[in-house]
T-cell receptor, first 116, second 113 residues
């Protein structure tokens, strides 16, 4: 079964600094999608970035980028120039398309604190 | 503005009572999902629906029921058979396809009285 592991329950970063959140996953599929979602205190889940496994190039969205290592099954999120508004719970997710489910399998999350 | 609306924001359930959580979307999305979130855990899928009048069980469907009579609506009923219903419930929708991101509502917090 596919699993997603986030080994850092909590992280802290100084404002304007860079932080990297780790995520590993397990799958036997060769083509799949990975996502990072942000959940601020308001509890809404917000899509941050997505990556297709077949694309060599790492995805980038403004200050957010990923380091996708397919062989290692690693999908880390880098936040550059951290801002106070980046403080949130971050979830890594894998799309399980087996059986046409299209369901997201989530990690347990990393709580990011941003220090002024 | 397009989006997903969940109501109510907070809900309390008495013992033996069924309660229904509302989820409405105006994004014209085909697929809709219900997730449960517990402290220290990621989201877990309860039910999902690809098209109107069709839905499938997710990983933790016991004690829950859904309907999909309209494309825009996917209500979730938490039945008295669900012995531990206290959680945060999130509804999501997407176009069908594995590269389509899911968009989430603001959630409903359900507690037992």
């Amino acid at each position: 079964a596919q699993t997603v592991t986030q080994s850092q329950p909590e992280m802290s970063v100084q404002e304007a600094e860079t932080v990297t959140l780790s995520c590993t996953y397990d799958t036997s599929e060769s083509d799949y999608y990975l996502f990072w979602y942000k959940q601020p205190p308001s509890r809404q889940m917000i899509l941050v970035i997505r990556q297709e496994a077949y694309k060599q190039q790492n995805a980038t969205e403004n200050r957010f980028s990923v380091n996708f290592q397919k062989a290692a099954k690693s999908f880390s999120l880098k936040i550059s120039d951290s801002q106070l508004g980046d403080a949130a719970m971050y979830f890594c997710a894998y799309v399980d398309y087996g059986g046409a489910t299209n369901k997201l399998i989530f990690g347990t999350g990393t709580l990011l604190a941003v220090q002024p | 503005d397009g989006g997903i609306t969940q109501s109510p924001k907070y809900l309390f359930r008495k013992e033996g009572q069924n309660v229904t959580l509302s989820c409405e979307q105006n994004l014209n999305h085909d697929a809709m999902y219900w997730y449960r979130q517990d402290p220290g855990q990621g989201l877990r899928l309860i039910y999902y629906s690809q098209i109107v009048n069709d839905f499938q069980k997710g990983d933790i469907a016991e004690g829950y029921s859904v309907s999909r009579e309209k494309k825009e609506s996917f209500p979730l009923t938490v039945t008295s058979a669900q012995k531990n219903p206290t959680a945060f419930y999130l509804c999501a929708s997407s176009m069908w396809g594995r590269n389509q991101p899911q968009h989430f509502g603001d959630g409903t917090r359900l507690s037992i009285l």
